[in-house]
């Protein structure tokens, strides 16, 4: 009766430890391929945005933004 307890309990530390491996490398797969699809916003998509809105970018400005979207996402 223990020894069916103890294979129990292995059988469960495997399957724990094979699902956490294996949802790591699916969720870092899923990542990588989302980063790919919609990378960050960079300085030369933020110019076109601005300039779409009507504004004159300038990089005093752009520097701005970025800095501002970096604290935020920092936060």
């Not at 530390?13 to 980063?35: E, H, K, P, Q, S």
């Not at 300085?43 to 809105?53: I, K």
């Amino acid at each position: 009766m223990t020894l069916g307890i103890v294979w129990v309990i292995i059988i469960a530390l495997l399957a724990l430890v094979g699902g956490v491996a294996l949802g790591f490398f699916i969720a870092r797969r899923y990542m990588m391929n989302y980063l790919k699809k919609n990378p960050p916003i960079n300085e030369q998509m933020l110019r076109t945005l601005m300039m779409q809105m009507g504004q004159k970018p300038s990089q005093k400005k752009i520097n701005q933004m970025m800095r501002a979207m970096n604290n935020q996402q920092t936060k």
